[in-house]
């Protein structure tokens, strides 16, 4: 027993090694991405910054653009999370809708409701750049996926439902991040941000009716 456990103990130190180590690439390449842009930020670079080879960030992150959009890797499977998990009695969407309108009062990033200034600039990176826009996509396809899998098995209903409950996530923090950007505070949008997802969430139970 005394082996397992020093196993155990040594594949927790492996984890949490690896885990900073992918915590500092990331940081160390969206700081030089921040100053200097993304295309001009050979991925050697940011190798060389934070200490690692090449082909070791490589196994970290499969593209250059992964360096960046880690960040939204923990949510890619959040909306089938909120529907497997909801209490009993309580709709996909209606659980959807709680769960985005409690991201706004926290100010979660994803939500774009959030106007702390390393944020934006981040943002800014984001919605800026086309490959990174591009890979984004591919993450909110993979979001589908998952979704629809939580919706009932993945079929064509269950993927036509999903796609249109993404989509709709992604219009509305595009909105709140437009305004926030053009010099609005996150305090002065959160009511409209409110109203916007209540009738999002409305009109997409009416068409769905889940």
Known sequence: ??????????????????????????????ALFLERGFDRVPVAEVAAAAEVSKP???RYFPTKEDLVLHRFADHREEAARVVAGRPGGVGPLEALHRHFTGGLA????VTGLNDDPDVLA???????TPSLIARLYAY????EAALADALG??????????GQIVAVQRILAEENWRRIEAGETADGVEADAV???????????EGLRL
């Open 106 to 109: 926290r100010r979660d990033p």
């Open 122 to 128: 981040f943002h800014r990176l984001l919605y800026g």
């Open 1 to 30: 027993m005394r082996r397992l456990g020093g196993m155990s103990g040594d594949m927790g130190l492996r984890e949490r090694k690896k885990r900073r180590t992918y915590r500092t690439i990331s940081d160390t390449a969206i």
């Open 195 to 205: 109203a916007a997802a209540g009738l999002a969430f409305r009109q997409l139970a």
């Open 140 to 143: 909110q396809g993979a979001s």
């Open 153 to 162: 098995g993945g079929g064509l209903r269950d993927r036509l439902a999903a």
């Open 56 to 58: 070791t960030l490589f």
